[in-house]
């Protein structure tokens, strides 16, 4: 495992309850809001995060399933780098790597096996968060129920899944809420340190971190992001959170939508438009695809 950045365990204090600051009066109108919920771009953002490997001695099985992940890890990255708009690298090959925000909060990548849940519980880690969709596991071999088994077996850690779409600004717009007030439901449940990943903690991960300590722990959201850069290389989308933070406020509300179109020629749709943002689009794949999609 690549640990990036460690802290003394004794930093990791449980949360003792929900506080909020009086003058962060945004913040507070959020907090409220996300407890009853069920369910900028930056020019100073490092542009590259590379995770180095300690070499060692290796079976020939391992060096030949090691090369077929650095394969998937070079796809992986080339993905990422053309979907965020930043040169980012990630190499699965090389075990977990993560870094302390807060003493409280961890961002990192993916775990790979349940000997990574002992390696958590170490740091005093109480809650995984996981942000992977199945297809996000299944491209790199991971035993998720393996994972949550062995979690769950350990009996002093919790294993939650919260998923949100890879490379998906959209996707993270809408899901943000219910899914920042799950972790915050898990956070006041369990206390002690948070690890919050997605496939690499690039991306999904930093913006769940960063959207928790801007509408619950109180941060101006510039503060966080400066916090989180400060610890961490990663591009979240900055702008996904202010969508959603104005969805957040305005109510926005859902209704249901129905689009069809008579071009059986054709592969994908891709729908844009205002709510959307006309930088983004939302690809459907079906032909007679029913969307319920949030309107404003």
């Not at 020939?60 to 080339?78: I, L, Q, R, V």
């Not at 406020?249 to 994908?268: A, N």
Request: include cysteine; glycine fraction near 6%.
């Amino acid at each position: 495992m690549n640990c990036l950045q460690n802290l003394p365990r004794s930093y990791a204090l449980p949360f003792q309850g929900f506080k909020c600051n009086p003058r962060k009066l945004l913040s507070c109108s959020l907090n409220m809001m996300l407890h009853f919920q069920g369910g900028m771009n930056s020019s100073n953002v490092p542009r590259s995060m590379v995770v180095k490997a300690i070499p060692g001695s290796t079976s020939s099985e391992k060096t030949s399933n090691s090369d077929s992940e650095g394969k998937k890890s070079e796809t992986y990255s080339h993905d990422m780098t053309e979907a965020m708009g930043a040169v980012l690298t990630y190499r699965h090959e090389l075990g977990m790597n993560y870094n302390f925000i807060r003493p409280d909060l961890i961002v990192g990548s993916c775990l790979q096996t349940p000997e990574d849940v002992d390696k958590l519980r170490k740091i005093g880690v109480k809650t995984i968060f996981c942000l992977q969709q199945d297809p996000d596991l299944e491209y790199f071999g991971v035993d998720i129920g393996a994972i949550q088994d062995y979690a769950k077996k350990c009996g002093d850690i919790e294993h939650i899944r919260a998923q949100i779409r890879d490379f998906d600004a959209f996707d993270l717009r809408m899901r943000l809420p219910a899914v920042v007030s799950i972790l915050h439901k898990a956070v006041n449940r369990n206390g002690g340190v948070t690890y919050i990943h997605c496939t690499a903690g690039l991306g999904r991960a930093p913006a769940v971190a960063l959207a928790y300590m801007f509408w619950v722990q109180g941060y101006k959201l510039s503060e966080a992001h400066r916090e989180l850069l400060s610890k961490r290389s990663c591009f979240p989308k900055l702008e996904a959170i202010k969508s959603a933070t104005a969805d957040i406020l305005t109510d926005l509300k859902k209704e249901l939508v129905t689009l069809s179109w008579e071009d059986r020629k054709c592969s994908t749709v891709e729908v844009s438009g205002l709510d959307i943002g006309w930088g983004q689009v939302m690809i459907y794949y079906s032909l007679l695809a029913h969307l319920s999609y949030s309107s404003s």
